[in-house]
């Protein structure tokens, strides 16, 4: 089992930059792929980026393909999220999840723990 804990989050401005952490306990983070979610009010919980368990591979939402990279530091137990030209859509609360098995996930329900999450406003 993982417990997963954001920070990061805040105020910003359009076209400002801000950096997520998730900070995960336990010994086996490594073994974990993790992934970045967002909601915001009113909307389903969203996909944004997710890392393999070495780092060597990632996968993001179109959306913010090209503005966010998503990071991890096994020896920190932590994954980070790198939010670049943020836009006033970019506003949500942000997840940090850790799936058990093998292979990226985009979905949801293909993540077994999850953080309490983190908020992103994006003022224009």
């Known amino acids: 089992q993982v417990q997963l804990v954001e920070s990061g989050g805040g105020l910003v401005q359009a076209g400002d930059s801000l950096r997520l952490s998730c900070a995960a306990s336990g010994r086996t983070f490594s073994s974990y792929v993790m992934g970045w979610f967002r909601q915001a009010p009113g909307k389903e919980r969203e996909f944004v980026a997710t890392?393999?368990?070495?780092?060597?591979?990632?996968y993001y939402a179109d959306s913010v393909k090209g503005r966010f990279t998503i990071s991890r530091d096994n020896a920190k137990n932590t994954v980070y999220l790198q939010m670049r030209t943020l836009e006033p859509e970019d506003t949500a609360v942000y997840y940090c999840?850790?799936?058990?098995?093998?292979?990226?996930?985009?979905?949801?329900?293909?993540?077994?723990?999850w953080g309490q999450g983190t908020q992103v406003t994006v003022s224009s």
């Open positions: 999840a850790a799936r058990g098995r093998t292979g990226l996930g985009s979905s949801r329900t293909e993540y077994d723990y």
């Open positions: 890392i393999g368990r070495s780092a060597s591979i990632t």
